[in-house]
């Protein structure tokens, strides 16, 4: 014979009796004005803890709620902040740049006034050979600047090089410092002549090219003494800044001195130049 199974009350009707209950005690209670006795007990029982169960859950919904708000509020500070850094760091490295080039003219206007006889322009160093040193680079000036083979070039104060090619809106200087560059020159305190070639090597080392041929039998010149353009350059005008002497040395035939030359241009920084446009017509090719 099949047992018979027992009936049971759903849960859920459990809960709604219980959820009705306590609301119809609580009505009651507040209607009769009950705050004395079982049922307000009861009630208090009930609803006391839920009540600071629910308040306690609120105030911590709250305060998450206000430190999201705040999170918020520092993430877009700090984002304003970080473009704020970013546009004062643009401004500054124009103005780095802006002082520089600044500089760079200032320095090419005080050149410009120390070699007042000659007419020059100023032209912008486009390009380059590869390496550390502008032994040969390429100027933003040409032909139709009045920019010609054999016009020297300035800058810092002195001699740069000479241009060998030319085209309508470039031109191409050949610095004093490449191997194949030789220049006449004159020690400025004695007046004699010496033979100044370029030496890539030597710029590597020490930052120096060297000089032959120098007459100086009675050793007068010294060590610092400043070497200009000689008269006797057959392409280059006289009297512009070469170098100063950084060592110097007796030949085996005690009749001629060498050495070495400290550039007065920095090779290895070259942003402007200023090309002299005029050429010096006599004489044979250096």
Not at 41 to 62: C, D, E, H, K, Y
Not at 97 to 117: A, F, G, P, T
Not at 150 to 166: E, K, Q, S, T
């Amino acid at each position: 014979m099949r047992r018979r199974s027992r009936f049971k009350i759903p849960t859920k009707y459990i809960l709604l009796a219980l959820t009705v209950f306590c609301i119809a005690a609580m009505y009651i209670s507040f209607s009769l004005n009950l705050t004395g006795g079982p049922l307000n007990t009861v009630a208090g029982a009930i609803f006391g803890p839920m009540q600071r169960g629910i308040n306690v859950m609120g105030t911590w919904i709250s305060d998450k709620a206000d430190n999201f708000k705040q999170l918020n509020e520092v993430m877009a500070e700090n984002e304003e902040l970080k473009s704020q850094v970013e546009e004062l760091t643009q401004e500054l490295n124009e103005t780095k740049l802006e002082q520089y080039e600044l500089e760079n003219l200032r320095e090419l206007l005080e050149l410009d006034k120390q070699y007042s006889d000659y007419d020059k322009t100023a032209a912008n160093v486009i390009g380059k050979d590869a390496g550390n040193w502008f032994q040969t680079f390429i100027i933003d000036k040409g032909s139709k600047d009045g920019i010609e083979i054999d016009m020297n070039v300035i800058a810092d104060g002195g001699l740069v090089g000479i241009v060998y090619d030319v085209g309508p809106h470039y031109a191409k200087v050949r610095s004093i410092i490449d191997d194949t560059s030789q220049v006449y020159g004159m020690v400025l305190s004695t007046s004699d002549n010496c033979v100044i070639s370029g030496n890539l090597s030597t710029m590597s080392n020490d930052q120096v090219i060297t000089f032959s041929n120098l007459n100086d039998s009675s050793h007068k010149v010294q060590i610092g003494d400043q070497v200009v353009t000689s008269n006797v350059s057959s392409k280059y005008l006289e009297g512009i800044l070469v170098g100063y002497i950084s060592t110097i040395s007796d030949d085996s035939n005690n009749l001629t001195r060498s050495g070495t030359l400290t550039p007065a241009v920095d090779f290895e920084h070259l942003q402007q130049v200023l090309v002299i446009l005029e050429k010096k017509e006599t004489g044979e090719e250096e």
